[in-house]
């Protein structure tokens, strides 16, 4: 790859992980408010589950458009780890300036309000489960934006990293040798 190929490369995946950072953002929203309104809590998993086919598609263009219809493994192997990478940042950015300015408690205090329900407490109570619970919120509790900021981004990179093959060996092209 040459040095102006891996710019465009670089290009590419900054504009088409901004792209796929504005669905990640718009499913982390009605997940929020999904908490209160279960339609919106659907809306939030089709987003999440249909970004690694909008970053496919997001590829192939790459590959039409960018690279005359001809992609390599390895280089849509790297946009894909790109894009992602970069729709990561943009959403820990969102999620840091939510937990920091926004949130208030409003999450953790949802899941004590869900979980100390009548509903809840039967749940915990049949699954043996109200002291992992306790715990898990208590940890939730102690966390600070950053903290849930990173470890988004951590998961959107390794996600990147797993999705990224087996989208990068559907999508490449080799160039098509004519035989004379």
Not at 21 to 42: H, R, V
Not at 78 to 90: D, E, H, K, R, T
Not at 92 to 108: C, M, S, T
Not at 117 to 143: C, F, T
């Amino acid at each position: 790859m040459t040095p102006q190929e891996y710019v465009q490369l670089k290009a590419f995946a900054r504009q088409d992980g901004a792209l796929l950072s504005l669905m990640w953002i718009g499913s982390f929203i009605c997940y929020i408010q999904g908490l209160a309104n279960p339609t919106l809590g659907l809306a939030a998993m089709l987003l999440l589950v249909t970004s690694p086919f909008f970053a496919a598609n997001r590829l192939r263009h790459f590959r039409d458009q960018a690279r005359e219809g001809i992609i390599s493994f390895g280089r849509g192997y790297a946009y894909l780890i790109l894009s992602f990478f970069y729709a990561g940042l943009l959403l820990a950015v969102v999620i840091y300036v939510y937990f920091a300015y926004i949130d208030q408690g409003y999450l953790l205090g949802t899941f004590n309000k869900m979980l100390n329900s009548e509903e809840g407490r039967k749940m915990m109570d049949i699954y043996g489960m109200r002291q992992q619970m306790d715990e898990g919120l208590k940890e939730l509790a102690n966390m600070r934006p950053i903290d849930y900021a990173l470890n988004m981004l951590t998961i959107n990179i390794t996600t990147g990293i797993f999705l990224g093959a087996p989208i990068a060996a559907l999508m490449q092209r080799r160039e098509l040798k004519v035989k004379s």
